[in-house]
């Protein structure tokens, strides 16, 4: 942020930056370099580094579609809009949703998606496209649901975990069980029952995706109520900077910047208490994992760049 000045510049390199979110997504997919851990194809190894690029392309992503939904915002606000108009858009998302189809990162692909259908309302305002938009997801999920294996025992464990307990459902049964036995205030810090004899813990990857039944289990329900209200307070002043931000750019760049903050929460803490399926992203800036925490401090400095320009111009 040092070097940026200005952030209103990324709106001149806007298809740049999209261009180079779809690299960074379709690095991992690459032979030599790319990883693939439990079952999703997210990293990128280059000698003792490793890194998750997808992180970082969330926030590019986010600026490209700020820029973009500016300067067309009124011929897609229209009745009727030109199918032209769509193609650049359709086209860069259309190349994100397939490669991160191609790396099973469908976490991922979800949390992309919902933050375009919301960045698309807040630009035109047109609820037609919100509803078009959940149907052809709809109709994504079916065909992925009959096609991609993964996307079957994910939906299958969330409607019953308790059919394989030991295998497929064993991790949404010991996170349900953690967050269940956190009571009211919980057991305290370091005092959960989540590490077993040998020295693992009882829900795999306990500090990425399982961290919140972590938290519902050590401090209870209050503690598990207070995380998700800080979240909840993080994302009502993202949409007030938003709503008070002078220009196109800045207020859909606030507003798609908290969207992506606040539904990778949602996305997180519905999976693990079985509101939604289970999807493999982090919570942000509680989870562990260095790529997530780069990605998210660039989105809230970003975020506190465009409060900084509203504040100084309401003095």
């Known amino acids: 942020m040092l070097v940026l000045r200005d952030y209103r510049k990324l709106d001149d390199y806007k298809y740049t930056l999209g261009a180079a979110a779809i690299a960074l997504l379709a690095l991992p997919a ?20 490793g890194f998750q690029p997808g992180e970082l392309a969330k926030v590019l992503l986010v600026v490209f579609l700020a820029g973009y939904l500016r300067d067309n915002r009124e011929l897609l606000s229209r009745r009727i809009p030109s199918p032209k108009h769509f193609g650049p858009l359709l086209l860069v998302w259309g190349g994100a949703m397939l490669v991160l189809f191609q790396t099973n990162d469908l976490g991922g692909g ?13 630009a035109t305002g047109r609820w ?3 509803a078009g938009g959940l149907g052809l997801f709809a109709l994504g999920a079916f065909g992925l ?7 079957e025992t ?37 005092r959960g029952v989540l590490v077993a004899p040998g020295g693992s813990t009882y829900i795999p990857f306990l ?15 209050a503690g598990a109520v207070a995380v998700v209200l800080l ?56 989870s562990y994992g260095g790529s997530s925490i780069v990605a998210n401090s660039l989105l809230l400095a970003l975020l506190l760049m465009v409060s900084d320009r509203v504040n100084r111009d309401f003095r």
Do not use: C
Request: proline share 4%.
């Open 30 to 49: 690459l032979p030599g370099i790319g990883a693939t851990r439990n079952g999703a194809s997210l990293w990128v190894e280059l000698g003792p580094v």
């Open 110 to 122: 979800l949390l992309y998606f919902s933050v375009f259908l919301a960045m698309l309302y807040v």
């Open 128 to 130: 037609l496209y919100v």
């Open 145 to 151: 649901y009959h096609v991609v294996s993964r996307v």
């Open 154 to 190: 994910r939906v299958s464990v969330w409607l019953d975990p308790w059919s394989d307990p030991f295998g497929d459902g064993y991790q949404l049964v010991q996170s349900i069980y953690a967050v269940s036995s956190g009571g009211l205030f919980g057991s305290g810090l370091g």
């Open 207 to 221: 500090e990425t995706d399982f961290v919140y039944s972590a938290i519902a289990q050590e401090l209870g329900l």
């Open 231 to 286: 979240y909840v307070l993080t994302v009502h002043r993202g949409f007030r900077i938003a709503m008070l931000a002078d220009d196109g750019f800045s207020k859909l760049l606030a507003a798609g910047l908290t969207a992506a903050l606040g539904l990778q929460a949602f996305i997180i803490v519905g999976g693990v208490t079985g509101l939604i399926p289970l999807t493999g992203i982090t919570l942000p800036f509680v």
